[in-house]
């Protein structure tokens, strides 16, 4: 049982800021080894915008570079995508994911959450 619930979009100028969160439930079945941000604006691909690993590595898509900035909790329940000198080409669904394992089996297991509109006014 992997559940993500993403919050925090809205409504925001362009040079704006927003924080997203995304709460997590894993279970003792699965082990974490990666949680990312994707957006998908209408009629694109959902596309990575960050990374973070379980060892709190993260990476960024060089659109977003310098902007945005993926953390966790200490607990690593909830993560964060903080979004600063946010453009128009921003504005999307923002969707939280998580990467891992079974435990059992050792298969690779992934899930999404439902997403938060993230809006850009210029």
């Known amino acids: 049982q992997v559940q993500l619930v993403e919050s925090g979009g809205g409504l925001v100028q362009a040079g704006g800021s927003l924080r997203l969160s995304c709460a997590a439930s894993?279970?003792?079945?699965?082990?974490?080894?990666?949680m990312s941000w994707y957006r998908q604006a209408p009629g694109k691909q959902r596309e990575l915008v960050a990374r973070i690993t379980s060892g709190g590595n993260p990476n960024y898509a060089d659109s977003v570079k310098g902007r945005f900035t993926i953390s966790t909790d200490n607990a690593k329940s909830t993560v964060f995508l903080q979004m600063n000198s946010l453009k128009p080409e921003d504005a999307a669904v923002y969707y939280c994911?998580?990467?891992?394992?079974?435990?059992?089996?050792?298969?690779?297991?992934?899930?999404w959450g439902q997403g938060t509109q993230v809006t850009v006014s210029s």
């Open positions: 894993f279970g003792s079945s699965f082990t974490v080894d990666d």
């Open positions: 994911k998580a990467d891992g394992r079974l435990r059992s089996t050792g298969s690779y297991y992934y899930s």
